[in-house]
Each structure stands twice: as structure tokens, then as C-alpha cells.
């Protein structure tokens, strides 16, 4: 998948720009209709471009659910945004982003087909798995299976349970 997000939109001085040079691209390379294009949308106005564009498959409609007093969320641009894709004619996916939680993922399940949840990975802690080798433990195993190979080749038998 090619994704376009808001920094490429930006760069590109737009989303047809972003979406122009990306399709360009993928023809360039023999993968146009191959390799699906996502693209981040963050406002109605890139919504309304979107879906006169060629060669997007997604959208990604990121922020468009936002929080109210109380801790309610709003989906009106959601349900703006989806009513711009539906009145299209096109066939897209489309995918919610940005205050999506655990907590109101249920409330928008239902408006996309996609969703995505930053809570997953934002809050992670990260896990110390490094790999601590003692200096004489690794001598000592090199040596085992120096001897062992060694052994191996000089003998039709191995006990194998000497060097464990």
C-alpha cells in the first residue's frame, strides 16, 4: 500500500498534487492498480478532492471525530465527511483516525470500515529484551561446539549429553 499522509499533502502543496505524483509514480514502476493508495484527509475541503481524484482506494479520514464537554464524542464531521464519499458514486474504503480510544471505538465502528486506534501504541512501554552474553559462558559454549564438531567428524557416535 502507498500512504499518503498529511506531511506528503503538505509537501506536495496539496492533496491532488500528493495523490498526482504518487499515481505517477506507481505507473512509473508497473505497480499502478497493483499497490492500493491510502490517503490521510483532515479536513470536508480535502474530503470534496479526494474523491474527484484517480487511483485512491482509501481514506483516511484523520481527526474527524472530536471529543465534546463531558467526554461525549461528536461525529458530525465523520458523518459529513462520509456523506461527501457516499454522494460520489465511487467505491472507497474509508478509515477513522485520531480519537479513536477503547473507550469510543464502539461509537464509531459503525461509520467506516476501517479504524484505527493510536491508544494501542501510544501508551506502550517499551521492553528491555537485549541479549546479556557472559565472556566465559560464550567461551566455554565456542569451545563445546568446537569440540563437539571435532568430535563429530572423527567418530560415527555422538553423546551428545556430555555437552549439555
Known sequence: MAMIKDNHVSAAGGV??????CVKYLKSIGKYGAVPI????RTLDEV????TLEGVDRLM???MVKFK???????TMLS?????????GIKIETEASGNVTLETVHKISHWVQLLVAGQLTHSVT????SLEINKMKLHTLVNKSVNL????????????????
Open 48 to 51: 470534496r478532492t479526494a474523491v
Open 69 to 75: 464537554d463531558g467526554g461525549e464524542i461528536d461525529v
Open 38 to 41: 491510502e490517503l490521510e484527509t
Open 126 to 129: 517499551a521492553m528491555d529484551i
Open 61 to 63: 479520514l484523520d481527526n
Open 80 to 88: 459529513e465527511a462520509l456523506k461527501i464519499v457516499d454522494g460520489s
Open 16 to 21: 491532488k498534487n500528493a495523490v498526482s505524483v
Open 149 to 164: 564438531v571435532i568430535e563429530k567428524r572423527t567418530s560415527n557416535r555422538l553423546d551428545v549429553g556430555r555437552y549439555v
